[in-house]
């Protein structure tokens, strides 16, 4: 029995290292299939959403889900601790390890009592080891609790400046693509605002954004479950609207940087694909039609009203269903995980304001119209 003992806490211990490692210290996607820290994400995230099926108010749904990634980390934080405290408290309790103790007995809670003053080296001496191997475990796990500490205090502000860079992107599509953000709304504006040549710096930056989202959250898997600051926003959002508008350019605008819209889809659609299988949900085809026939025609005619010259033919139309149904169904696959909205392709209305048009109680600010440019809400869309 206390060989037995012994293996388990050893064996805690050493999971837990290994989870801390390679969620934290290696910066690449691990696939072993039974990772501590994936399932605890999946049975806490199954938890967050039964519970947040019972909430009514979708306010107050979206601010339940939001807490969700910052309080999942904590949570997985005081796992590890825990798991090693007990670990060594089990490692104490099997080897029967002699310590002096004012109550003078050596049951297990003493022993995790003195694990756990060691491990955050409070230094309190009054549960001590005596035994030569006693006080190696205790300066072992006092060493091995004052460097697991400051690798936690040192992921985090990886983490949130991870974080910080993909909001500062996606808060910019607010006056170019609207809120929520779509691709249709993205060419319109840029297109009546006589701006459709800053669509390749556009591309660009965005580029470099899918690649920063695709390795930040290989990395950090932790990052795709962190709301962005509006409702109506999302970094799932966000990359699906890119994809749109460069399957768009791609296939219907003549003139346009064929390149530079081919690199951007291809790095955003390797994000999405990758972060399916970092999720591991399987890709679904979507449960409706995001670009019907007519929205599409009514796609053309607003871009042809705005000065787009665009190709004419099937050929154009069957290109674009062929690259949408290379994304669709990865994107279709987050929003089921993640439960975060995909934006629509051609909205059928503009009627709700952007949101640097709205007071912080998210109500439309009296005499704040659309900007000059065309880059505002466009009371004519559709």
């Known amino acids: 029995m206390p060989l037995l003992v012994a293996l388990l806490g050893l064996a805690l211990i050493v999971v837990v290292l290994i989870d801390c490692f390679e969620s934290i210290l290696q910066p690449r996607r691990v696939t072993r299939l039974y990772r501590f820290a994936r399932l ?16 009514s108010n979708p306010r107050r749904q979206a601010a339940f889900f939001s807490v969700f990634g910052p309080l999942s980390l904590l949570g997985i934080f005081a796992m590890w601790v825990l798991g090693l405290i007990v670990g060594f408290a089990l490692l104490n309790w099997a080897l029967r390890t002699a310590v002096h103790s004012p109550e003078g007995g050596t049951t297990f809670a003493t022993y995790l009592y003195m ?10 001496g009054d549960v001590t080891p005596i035994t030569a191997l006693g006080r190696a475990m205790a300066v072992g796990e006092s060493g091995l609790g004052f460097g697991f500490l400051a690798a936690v205090l040192s992921y985090l502000p990886v983490l949130f400046q991870a974080y910080s860079r993909r909001e500062v992107s996606i808060a910019t599509l607010d006056a170019r693509a609207g ?6 709304q993205l060419l319109l504006r840029m297109a009546r605002g006589g701006n459709m040549g800053a669509m390749d710096s556009f591309l660009r930056e965005w580029e470099v954004w899918s690649a920063n989202l695709l390795e930040s959250h290989l990395s950090f898997p932790v990052l795709g479950y962190y709301r962005s600051q509006h409702d109506n926003q999302s970094w799932l959002a966000a990359l699906t609207v890119v994809l749109d508008a460069c399957a768009v350019l791609m296939t219907q605008v003549k003139g346009s940087n064929l390149y530079q819209a081919e690199v951007t889809f291809a790095i955003a659609r390797h994000a999405a694909v990758d972060l399916t299988l970092v999720f591991r949900t399987p890709a679904e085809p979507p449960e409706r039609e995001r670009l019907t026939g007519a929205e599409l025609a009514r796609l053309r005619e607003m871009l042809a009203a705005a000065g787009v010259e665009l190709h004419q033919g099937a050929a154009a139309e069957a290109r674009l269903r062929e690259l949408r149904g290379m994304y669709e169904p990865f994107v279709r696959a987050l ?10 392709v051609v909205p059928a209305t503009d009627g709700a304001p952007d949101n640097w048009q709205r007071s912080a109680w998210m109500r439309p600010v009296p005499g704040i119209g659309s900007l000059p440019s065309g880059t505002g809400n466009d009371e004519h869309f559709g």
């Open 179 to 184: 809120s929520p953000a779509s691709a249709a």
């Open 335 to 344: 929003s089921g995980r993640l439960l975060l909205s995909l934006p629509e």
């Open 115 to 124: 694990s756990g003053t060691t491990f955050f080296t409070l230094g309190y």
């Open 40 to 55: 605890y994400y999946i049975g806490l995230w199954a938890l967050w959403r039964a519970v947040a099926a019972r909430i």
